[in-house]
């Protein structure tokens, strides 16, 4: 049974225990105010009301986490239960208006899919949702189970990925890749083959100096050695600039390619060799799966990609 409290029960807000069980759940309260759709100092001044209601300071805090006391162990699970029956009989009237959203949403993604997604995306949300915002932030990949599970983001757009029974994923596209050269290239006025692609010199886009080429196993399958990269940039659009200035070449996925082609005198060129696919995925933490607010955004984001990439959406 769950402990009494410091304060008659009369006078407890039952919001309350959704923000004891979100900190319990996220470890924090950066994580319990995402997951809430509450500000930080709103969760932390529900977590003070509840700290006088128990009696208990219920959480301590450990490096970044909040760390549950004896009590929130003893109680939580009975806390939770209760939490689950008041969800399931208020669900059928669950409704949420998008218009009525006042609140930023983080999304963990790239440069390259920032172009292809965001465009699209915003232009929903100033339809529908006209006070949402919008914050795109990078999330290393071995960091994107925990940055979802905290609430740091709300939604992570990569590459396929493993990834535990906590975080969801869906295949949102497969893209492929393409090569852009300036316009007035020497290479310009015929198609791209293998050789000459090779004999050129590239840029290419990578975090870390040493990365090793992405292609480097299909130039081996072929027979062939590694492509010249004379210059390696952090972000896409640096890169393209370089080409449209210079003979280089870079090889990026096709739909930002085309989108470079609007803003540079670039030519786009299908890769001279067959490829796997690019996979696009969307992340999310599995406890936001029923999140209306949640939902919607999965959802607007879903079609502002196949939007932007020229794709009907799947039925």
């Not at 009301?49 to 986490?65: K, S, T």
């Not at 990834?163 to 969801?168: D, E, L, M, R």
């Not at 004379?230 to 739909?255: E, G, K």
């Amino acid at each position: 049974m769950v402990a009494a409290m410091a304060l008659p029960a009369s006078r407890i807000d039952l919001n309350l225990f959704r923000v004891m069980v979100a900190v319990y759940e996220h470890g924090g309260i950066s994580g319990a105010a995402r997951h809430l759709h509450l500000s930080q100092p709103a969760v932390s001044h529900a977590l003070t009301r509840l700290r006088r209601a128990w009696g208990d300071p219920l959480f301590v805090r450990q490096g970044n986490r909040m760390l549950p006391t004896e009590l929130t162990r003893r109680v939580i699970g009975e806390v939770q239960a209760h939490l689950r029956g008041l969800q399931t009989l208020m669900g059928q009237a669950d409704t949420f208006d998008p218009a009525t959203l006042d609140m930023t949403l983080r999304l963990g993604m790239r440069d390259v899919l920032e172009a292809i997604t965001l465009p699209p995306l915003m232009a929903r949300l100033a339809e529908v949702a006209p006070r949402a915002r919008l914050a795109s932030v990078r999330v290393a990949h071995d960091a994107m189970a925990q940055a979802l599970t905290q609430g740091e983001v709300d939604l992570v757009i990569d590459r396929q990925r493993r990834v535990g029974a906590a975080i969801k994923g869906m295949h949102l596209a497969d893209e492929s890749l393409a090569v852009i050269m300036r316009q007035g290239h020497p290479l310009a006025g015929a198609d791209l083959d293998l050789s000459a692609y090779l004999r050129c010199q590239h840029v290419m886009v990578s975090l870390q100096p040493d990365q090793p080429d992405p292609l480097q196993a299909v130039w081996a399958a072929l027979g062939q050695g590694p492509r010249d990269v004379i210059l390696r940039c952090q972000h896409y659009f640096a890169a393209a600039n370089v080409v449209a200035h210079s003979d280089t070449l870079l090889t990026l996925p096709r739909t930002y390619a085309q989108e470079l082609t609007r803003a540079l005198p670039l030519r786009v060129c299908p890769l001279p060799v067959v490829v796997p696919p690019l996979g696009i995925w969307m992340y999310w933490h599995a406890d936001r799966d029923t999140d209306p607010v949640h939902a919607w955004l999965r959802e607007s984001l879903r079609q502002g990609v196949y939007a932007s990439m020229g794709l009907l959406p799947p039925c």
